[in-house]
């Protein structure tokens, strides 16, 4: 039992941290749809998209969204990222033309992201390369981890990363390297089977 119920001073400082949260907080929209991998969550803050997740549940999902933000589901607000996800899924060539807002993630982060998005459908490069493109060739791994925290997969593709031998390393998307390879042959990229991967 909380020892401070019915505590009027305690309660009335509740209730202004309340009233404040709900005027000033920032507000973070989310849908969900079907996806050829599962179940696919994703949410939009006034800044653009700021999370997509496959194969979660809804529960899950919602505690991954910003801390200080509140939440609401919002299918219509989703409308133009959810049309371009059917269209990928689809086989179209899909460029994504949506504003993400990846302001969560280190300058660092931000640029391997960058580097990801560069990465045109059906190619592939390794955490090698987008680290000496970034300059730090021996950051690789710090590269991987980066890629690792892409609260937006898909739409910036680190699925197109991979390892310097051509091996289907980590991917956080539900099934992991087999979602991977998934997403990879979709776009026709040249995914080598490598024994115990």
Known sequence: MNANAGVPGVNRSRERVLDWFSRTAPLVVWSEMDSPL????????????????????EDNFRARLPARAKSSRNPDALREAQEQLFAYFDGCQVRFCLPVDLGEMTCFQQGVLRQACAIPA???????DIARDMGSPRASRAVGQ????????????????????????????????????????????????????
């Open 38 to 57: 599962g179940p696919l969550y994703l949410a939009r803050s006034e800044a653009g998209l700021c999370r997509l997740a496959i194969g979660v549940t």
């Open 122 to 128: 059906g190619e592939l490069r390794s955490y090698g």
């Open 146 to 197: 980066a890629l690792g925290r892409n609260p937006v997969p898909i739409v910036v593709p680190c699925h197109r990363v991979v390892g310097s031998d051509g091996r289907l390393t980590g991917y956080s998307g539900a099934r992991g390297i087999e979602s991977k390879r998934w997403l990879l042959r979709l776009e026709g990229a040249p995914v080598k089977e490598v024994p115990g991967e």
